[in-house]
């Protein structure tokens, strides 16, 4: 049971460029979450997916894009880095039926 | 709109040295108050969920205490592993489950 898992752990991006961050889990959350947590700074809801087929905008999703596909399988896609982008992300899923939220061990990302 | 405010941003303990971290919230209905625990290089890693004022939880050298606007994570004679950041979020009741975190509070522990 290897829980949140994300790839990959480190990427430098040039300004303009595009990729996605994988997030896939074996805990059968429904519930999964992208955020970003900048130095100093508590961590911020980029988009989150309530199931298969459903994802909402949190609190910061301008640059990002979601999908959900499978239960498994929650990406974060980046179109057009920009250095505000700068960032370490983290997936995390649960939350539901007084269970915690569980979290990768993020991906640490810079744009230059 | 919720909001999260820990106290103080860093903390420098000796071995055994007993203190507490705060944590002052506002949110529209709290359903559940969450104390993660985060080491370099990695995510946070849950530590309790608090749900209604006069609550406690220990775990260890920590207790986690609950009020209507603020939180504290006790951490009594405390060791060089508890050499953290601690984060404090909550989770608002009506909402898709999502987390509003704190800043954090850096935890050193010195030998």
């Known amino acids: 049971n290897a829980g949140v898992t994300q790839t990959p752990k480190f990427r430098i991006l040039k300004i303009g460029q595009s990729m996605t961050l994988q997030c896939t889990q074996d805990?059968?959350?429904?519930?999964m979450y992208w955020y970003r947590q900048d130095p100093g700074m508590g961590l911020k809801l980029i988009y989150y997916?309530?199931?298969?087929?459903?994802?909402d905008k949190g609190e910061v999703p301008n640059g990002y894009n979601v999908s959900r596909s499978t239960t498994e399988d929650f990406p974060l896609r980046l179109e057009l880095a920009a250095p505000s982008q700068t960032s370490v992300y983290f997936c995390?899923?649960?939350?539901?039926?007084?269970?915690?939220?569980?979290f990768g061990d993020g991906t640490r990302l810079s744009i230059l | 709109e919720d909001q999260v405010t820990q106290s103080p941003e860093a903390l420098r303990l000796q071995e055994g040295e007993s203190s507490s971290l705060n944590c002052s919230y506002t949110?529209?209905?709290?359903?559940?108050l969450f104390w993660y625990r985060q080491d370099p290089g990695k995510g946070p890693e849950f530590l309790f969920t608090?749900?209604?004022a006069g609550e406690e939880k220990e775990k260890e050298r920590l207790k986690a205490t609950l009020t209507k606007k603020e939180s504290f994570l006790h951490i009594t004679a405390p060791k060089p592993e508890d050499s953290a950041t601690y984060l404090c979020?909550?989770?608002?009741?009506?909402?898709?489950?999502?987390?509003?975190f704190g800043s954090g509070t850096q935890l050193t522990v010195l030998p």
């Open positions: 949110v529209s209905g709290l359903r559940g």
């Open positions: 805990m059968n959350h429904n519930y």
């Open positions: 608090l749900y209604s």
């Open positions: 979020a909550v989770q608002a009741a009506g909402s898709a489950r999502q987390l509003t």
């Open positions: 997916s309530v199931g298969a087929g459903i994802t």
């Open positions: 995390a899923g649960g939350g539901v039926d007084n269970q915690p939220q569980h």
